[in-house]
């Protein structure tokens, strides 16, 4: 089951987020704030709210299941799982005095006394923060690395330590390692102890900050994703960033932000933003106090967790709030500057689509080859619905950047759906009738077995020519339903590793609505419910089987960890009958021929011979589950690693004249592992290893833009084959222009 632990959250605290709209002032007077008052105790609104998801749940949901005493054993082992997948917090004792817990989660919910997972989750706290202290302890005596000792670092497999001494020895293993992954990148030993020491001090200030809506957070998410994997509980605030997800705007004053230290720190500027077009705002600006409105008194949040500092920027459009900044070229005792700054609409253009043109040349012949970069489907439900003409949609963005390409004078188009999760399916319904005429796009099967079609009525297509979709184990819903319709009607090629295989329809439903409460304040949150399976208009079902590509690139390793066969409580794949549909061109008539061309280039692509090879490298690091403790052991094992680095820094520098790592003047010790966690190192590193990331070069891109430069070139030498490869027999001239309005299902169409 796709359960996230309760380490994710901590880790959730401390990254970035996006400043954006919040339900109302917070408390702008409120004193500085560093831990939660223990222990947490429920509150009646949310007993209420876990009550009323059950019967959403027990009544509504797809595959709709009791909340029974067998019902709560399964809640029971994915809330434990959540908490301590690991097995590093509790021991067998603490087994034994949860067991009596175990068939009374679902009496829990049903009578509205969540006193028992939140007796659960304080022991958890406490437990957290006294392993914490126990490594913390460690540290002033230091270790020998000479005996020969291992860590299991894996450990979903293992066992509950049996008793308190042998829960101390994991950690002894554990601190020991953190400290020799500092050593081996020759960071010397009080330097070592500082940085551990504000490690683990930091974690426990986090455990500290977690409070019942963190606690209450994670329970319901263990039920909700126990009754499939893709059902989900989102409290007030999960449920505010999803919405933004979803819209790609937000009112606030467009600022990323990260936790680091005690600090709020400035990630990234919004380009003509609030906070950027102030000119007083910077990256590694450091925020130590907020105030709401024009003479509102300034609090001050040094020591907050991220969210709560969000929620205190957020506001709405054309409201007030001022920062105390420390600005980043100073010190702490630096002076702080004041800066004032109205909300307004920002959007989030990060996950937009986005277009770029690879020229492929081959021999004498080059061709212009369109790239779309789709993260996701995107819509904006509610302002469409409110009639605003400009509202966010990813069709209509797609179709914008299609006309682009076609006027640059591309060849080919690539829909690069790598990692895209999925979102709306009334986007993936309409993206797709960008590249046929009109049809049947997918059929929505519902939990009484009566299925229908969905799909594009606008006639008129934006693009016409060579198409290809770029897939990975990262495609999922909305994304396959995309890619599957594109191979079912023969309009494109698709491309890459088979895709995740997330075959249900979620829908949300707002809990909020049902409440008795005046409040416009929300307070219990949305339940992301599985409510239909999609099937192919062939009539198969990508669940479990994703899409599989026409022309496979090599896999990365992840599919026994990552996609949907790797949930225990998965939905079977089914299939039903196909849909009245007609495919409108056939790819195999040149599918052999262009894998054939594939084949025959990659083997001499020095490129892609070396992602192969850190492919295969990958494997063999990911594959591993212990490590020795041994120094000379590791720093033989370092030696050979930096060997295997060096060797392909050098390889990517032949290729495309970079290291595709960090400068060669950098310390080499930090292009493998530097022992450090993402917030421990300087925010300058970080965005430096992140734009050259970006800017590496994208071998399977470039290879997927190549397969369609070989397609073009062989419709261009074979009429009869462009008749048969082309939509519709090639009639429609890529001078076509469809209609890029939307489907009126899409202001409350489902998401998944």
Known sequence: MKFR?????????????????????????????????????????????????????????????????????????????????????????????????????DDAIWNQDLSAPFTIFNLYLHRAVDRMTFARGLLAKGFDFNADESYT??????????????????????TMNDWLRLKLAGKPDDEIRKTLTKRYTGYIERVKQLDSEDAFQTFM?????????????????????????????????????????????????????????SGKIHVGDRIVGIG??????????????????????????????????????????GKHVFVTLVR??????????????????????????????????????????????????????VAKLLGELKTAGVQGVVMDLRNNGGGSLAEANAMTGLFIDTGPVVQVRDAKGHAEAQGDDDPGMAWSGPLAVLVNRGTASASEIFAAAIQDYGRGLIIGEPTFGKGTVQNLVDLDRFSRSESDKPQYGELKMTIAEFFRINGGSTQLKGVTPDIAFPKNGDEKDFGE????????????????????????????????????????SPGWQLMLDELAQYKIMRGKKSISLNLATREAERKQQDAIQASFRARHKAIDGTTNLLD???????????????????????????????????????????????????????????????????????????????PASAASAPVH
Request: hydrophobic share 40%; proline share 5%.
């Open 5 to 105: 632990p309760l380490l994710a959250l901590l880790l959730a605290i401390t990254t970035t987020c996006v400043c954006a709209q919040s339900a109302a002032d917070l408390g702008a007077g409120q004193k500085n704030r560093k831990a939660s008052v223990w222990p947490l105790v429920p509150s009646t609104t949310e007993a209420e709210a876990a009550q009323l998801s059950a019967r959403f749940l027990t009544r509504f949901h797809y595959d709709a299941q009791p909340l029974d005493d067998a019902m709560s054993a399964r809640i029971f082992k994915a809330y434990l799982k959540m908490l301590d997948g690991e097995k590093v917090f509790f021991t067998q004792a603490d087994m034994a005095t949860f067991a009596p817990l175990e068939t009374k989660l």
């Open 153 to 174: 670092f894996d450990r979903k497999d293992a066992t509950w330590a049996k008793d308190k001494a042998e829960l101390d020895d994991l950690w002894r293993k554990r």
């Open 221 to 277: 998410t263990a039920y909700a994703e126990t009754t499939d994997p893709h059902t989900d509980y989102l409290g007030p605030r999960a449920a505010e960033n999803f919405d933004i997800a979803m819209k790609l705007s937000l009112e606030g004053i467009g600022a990323v932000l990260q936790a680091r230290d005690d600090y709020t720190q400035i990630r990234e500027l919004v380009p003509g933003a609030p906070a950027m077009k």
């Open 292 to 333: 709401q409105g024009a003479e509102g008194p300034v609090t001050d949040v040094i020591g907050w967790r991220l969210d709560d500092v969000v929620n205190q920027i957020r506001g709405k459009k054309d409201t007030t709030v001022r920062l105390e900044i420390l600005p980043a070229d100073t010190g702490l005792d």
């Open 344 to 397: 307004k609409k920002v959007s989030i253009e990060e996950q937009a689509a986005k277009k770029k043109i690879v020229e492929i040349k081959d021999g004498d012949v080059t061709r212009k080859i369109g790239v779309i970069e789709l993260p996701t489907f995107y819509s904006d439900f509610g302002a469409r619905s409110e009639g605003d003409k400009n509202f966010k949609s990813a069709t209509r963005d």
């Open 565 to 604: 066969s790797t949930y225990d409580n998965a939905l079977e794949w089914t299939h039903i009958p196909p849909a009245q549909y007609q495919p409108i061109a056939d790819m195999k008539a040149y599918l052999p021929k262009l894998e054939q061309m594939h084949d025959a280039r990659v083997v001499k």
């Open 664 to 742: 060669e003047e950098d310390d080499v010790s930090s292009r493998l592992d530097d022992g450090l966690n993402p917030n421990e190192r300087s925010l300058k590193s970080e965005l430096k290893q992140e734009k050259e990331a970006k800017e590496a070069k994208d071998v399977q891109l470039d290879e997927s833009a190549h397969v369609l430069f070989d397609a073009v070139g062989l419709i261009k030498a074979d009429p009869k084959l462009a008749a048969e490869v082309l939509p519709y027999g090639g009639k429609f001239s890529l001078n076509t222009v469809a209609s890029t309005s939307l």
